[in-house]
Structure formats: structure tokens, C-alpha cells
């Protein structure tokens, strides 16, 4: 069974610093791998989605790559601001018979202090 | 606007009594799923549709039911709701999931419904 996982849980980093989120999963048979923010008490809204085929995507002061041999995501967020501060979460889409079937990381929780 | 709506965003009720969660969508998609989110175990899958009259279960599918009757409309049904299905539920939505085009696969979610079972 595919396996998500985020790390760290939780980063607090100062207004203006890189953000860094790690996502890792345990099967590279994928279709797609897609990050989300949330913030408290509301819904999933979609970041960038990476098709298998490819390294990255890029969305403003977003990136994210994709590395499927090693089962790794990684979101960028540059020059971070406190309209930042939310959990982000990723999900994958598995290339196996149960495609429908989405699996999501636990998420990082990200405070940027002004 | 494109978006997934669901109704009712928030509901109190008590055990046994049947419940109905909507969820429609009107971006045509043909893909449409139920989560719910806890604290401690993140986002899980309950049921999912590839298309109408075509459903099939998430990781927790036991104590829901699902039917996708019309393609914009995929209600979660709790026959019997128990304390243990209080929490915060999201439907959601994509054109397909397996398509070459990005934007075919992107899924769109809505904004919640929490659910408190006394």
C-alpha cells in the first residue's frame, strides 16, 4: 500500500526565508502527485500538480519537483510572507488498478512570523 | 464559477439518525470523492466514482454509503451515524485522473462539512 509522508510536522520561519517541504512516498508507480494548502477550519485549495512525466512545476513563488525513482516532492516557496502560514499537504494518484484511490501525506503545518 | 458545493457546512445530530451530505459539481468532471480529516490522521478516502453508476471504496468505507445517480451530484449517506463519524468531510472533484494533461487530473475540493455525532 503507497505510503505518504511529510516532514517536518510543523516550521516556523522567519518573513522573507525559503520555505522547504519535504513529501516522500513508497511506490514510484504514480500518475500524479499534487500539493494543497489549508488554512484552519477550511477546504483544500490546489497548488501545482506534477504529472509522472515530469521534474517540476512552477507557480509564481511556488515550485515544486518531482523525483519518482527516489519517491520524492519537494515544494519551494520563496521569499515567504505571513499570508503563508497554513498546512500544506500532498497527495499522490497511484498507477496501479485502484487509481481512484488517493493517498495524502499528514501535512506540514508553516507559521511565517513577520 | 467552477466550484464543488456541499450542504449542509455544518451539522449536529445523534446516533442512528440518517443523514444525507450533498456534494455537487459543475465543471462536468467525471471523477468525484468523499474524505474526511481527523486530527493525528490527516485525510482519508471513504468512497470515489470514476463516473456515473461507477463507485468504489476509499481506505474507511465501513458505516457510508454512496450513489452517483447524475454526474454532478455524489451524496455520502450515513444509514446509521455513530460518534465515531464526527469530523470534518470534503468532496471533491477532477475531470479524470489519468490523463497526460495536467489540468484534466487536478482535483478541485469543497469547502467542508462538519459533522458532530451526539
Known amino acids: 500500500k503507497q505510503e505518504v509522508t511529510q516532514i517536518p510536522a510543523a516550521l516556523s520561519v522567519p518573513e522573507g526565508e525559503n520555505l522547504v517541504l519535504n513529501c516522500s512516498f513508497t511506490d514510484s508507480a504514480i500518475y500524479n502527485l499534487q500539493w494543497f494548502r489549508q488554512d484552519p477550519g477550511k477546504g483544500l485549495t490546489s497548488l501545482l500538480l506534477i504529472q509522472s512525466s515530469q521534474r517540476e512545476q512552477t507557480s509564481g513563488r511556488l515550485n515544486a519537483s518531482l523525483d519518482k525513482s527516489s519517491g520524492r516532492s519537494t515544494l519551494y516557496i520563496a521569499a515567504s510572507q505571513p499570508g503563508d502560514s497554513a498546512t500544506y499537504l500532498c497527495?499522490?494518484?497511484?498507477?496501479?488498478?485502484?487509481?481512484?484511490?488517493?493517498?495524502f501525506g499528514a501535512g506540514t503545518q508553516v507559521v511565517v512570523t513577520p | 464559477e467552477a466550484q464543488v458545493t456541499q450542504n449542509p457546512r455544518y451539522l449536529i445530530t445523534v446516533t442512528g439518525k440518517k443523514l444525507t451530505v450533498t456534494c455537487s459539481q459543475n465543471m462536468n468532471h467525471e471523477y468525484m470523492s468523499w474524505y474526511r480529516q481527523d486530527p493525528g490522521l490527516g485525510l482519508r478516502q471513504i468512497y470515489y466514482?470514476?463516473?456515473?453508476?461507477?463507485?468504489d471504496k476509499g481506505d474507511v468505507p465501513e458505516g457510508y454509503k454512496v450513489s452517483r445517480k447524475e454526474k454532478r451530484n455524489f451524496p455520502l449517506i450515513l444509514e446509521s451515524p455513530s460518534p465515531n463519524q464526527t469530523s470534518l468531510y470534503f468532496c471533491?472533484?477532477?475531470?479524470?485522473?489519468?490523463?497526460?494533461?495536467?489540468?484534466?487530473?487536478?482535483?478541485?475540493f469543497g469547502p467542508g462539512t462538519r459533522l458532530t455525532v451526539l
Open positions: 471533491a472533484s477532477s475531470l479524470t485522473g489519468t490523463s497526460g494533461r495536467a489540468s484534466y487530473n487536478e482535483q478541485f
Open positions: 466514482s470514476m463516473n456515473v453508476e461507477v463507485t
Open positions: 497527495a499522490v494518484r497511484p498507477r496501479t488498478d485502484s487509481w481512484g484511490k488517493l493517498q
